[in-house]
């Protein structure tokens, strides 16, 4: 395995990106040859945008002509790019010419549907991480059964790669990190297809740490990866070796490692903000997210895209608090009554916002029915069935009639528009951090959160869940 020689540039994390010389753009010269129809498209990722901190893919779609040709400008950065999963590297000021062929068989080293070839001065430095791949990805798993066979497998294709990377004169030393980095991402990929087809030897002492060995999240080079798709399945590989090494990790420890290791500052906020929306679409707001809000202040790049949108969503979810006032909404019934929160001032307020198309929510309809009547001699607890939908009339006669079949009809029947254009129905999603449905809402009778997202009303929890709050009452 190589040795970990970072240079200082490479210490600096984002600033590895820049490479010394005139600050001029890079362009691809692309040339796509299909003999045969064509329906996808041509993909180009790179990192974009100022500072070039930005994930940026652009698609082009072939001509009528079996052979096509773009060209694209990338910024004044080194940085690691693909062209429909082709990865190469550039560097300011360069031309890259590149011709890519549709593939008469897909299976065939390296993945993708096009073989690629490069020409011009810098030809060799450019199909270098196209060739790793091939050499690694050609490896026959199923050849090899233990561990030691592997590494020495491995071990011939590190000296193949070593060779390469003498013919192609690399001087530029982010550029021979990003290779390096490279190189250890198509190792894991090869101990992850071993890893598949020896599923018995996943659960063998020390396996994971065999697995990761040689492999470094951390690696400053991965900021100038600026493939999301790359660094999504860079991640992916890593992580399926961290629950190798400790299974009972979870996302949210993924989410902490990445955000204290990992040196991709549009990475870790691609990650961090894919796990706001999941967690809190699930879960509501929850204890934890203080405390990734909290690492991903700290971490992640201020302004930055990342940064921005983490802190909007933790501000969203954290109106869910328990102990904070809930929202004064104003809806109305199928009466046509204006229906407040503040009306049940005293009581507890359980809610489920639902709506005719989502199959979820009407399965529920009963339970929480029942729920409703059990309780429905007692003065200090209500239940309100709020229905989302389209505001025309059809729709909400549709609605009214519905609830009639499903015995949730009356005066604590409420419906909310699904009208974005509406600002008190905006209003109502953005302070419910309404991003999705089914959701059961329950309220004190001070009119604050108890919990902005209780279980599914068909979970056997859930009547314990409302009871707990009940006995728990002022």
Known sequence: MRAISLSLMMLLGWNSMYATGPAMPAKLQLQVTANRPFGGQIMVSYFGGKGTDTFKEEGYRMGNTPTTNFTNTFPAATQLITVNDVPMIVE???????????????????????????????????????????????????????????????????????????????????????????????????????????????????????????????????????????????????????????STLKTINQVTELLTTCKSNPLNGKVTTNWFVVEGRNRGFFSEMKQIHSIAKAQLKPGSIGATTCDSLYKAYAQLEAGLPAYNFALKNENGDIVRLSDFRGKIVII????????????????????????????????????????????????????????????????????????????????????????????????????????YSKDEKFERVIANLYKMRD
């Open 92 to 246: 300011p000021g360069e031309t890259v010419s590149m011709a890519l062929t549709l593939k008469d068989d897909f299976k065939t080293a390296p993945k993708g549907v096009f073989t690629a070839l490069w020409s011009g001065k810098n030809a060799s430095k450019h199909a270098l991480l196209y060739k790793i791949d091939s050499f690694y990805q050609s490896v026959d798993v199923k050849a090899v059964s233990t561990t030691q066979q592997l590494d020495e497998v491995i071990g011939n294709l590190e000296k193949t790669t070593a060779q390469l990377i003498t013919n192609a004169k690399i001087s530029n030393a982010a550029v021979r990190e990003l290779v390096d980095f490279h190189e250890d991402k198509a190792r894991i990929q090869l101990k992850y297809r071993f890893a598949e087809d020896h599923a018995a030897l996943k659960t063998t002492a020390g396996f994971g740490d065999w697995y990761l060995k040689g492999f470094n999240i951390g690696d400053p080079a991965i900021a100038s990866v600026g493939s999301e798709s790359l660094t999504r399945e860079i991640v992916t590989f890593w992580w399926i070796g961290r629950k190798l090494q400790d």
């Open 352 to 455: 489920d916002i639902w709506a005719m198309w989502c199959h979820g929510c009407v399965d529920g309809l009963p339970f929480f029915r029942q729920l409703a009547d059990y309780y429905k001699d007692k003065n200090d607890i209500v239940f309100l069935t709020i229905c989302w939908e389209a505001p025309d009339t059809e729709t909400q006669e549709e609605w009214k009639r519905f609830s009639v079949k499903k015995n949730i009809n009356g005066v604590n029947n409420l419906f909310l528009s699904a009208d974005r254009s509406d600002p008190k129905a905006q209003e109502f999603m953005l302070r419910y951090c309404l991003t999705a449905i089914t959701r059961w809402v329950a309220i004190d009778q001070k009119g604050n959160i108890l919990d902005g997202h209780l279980n």
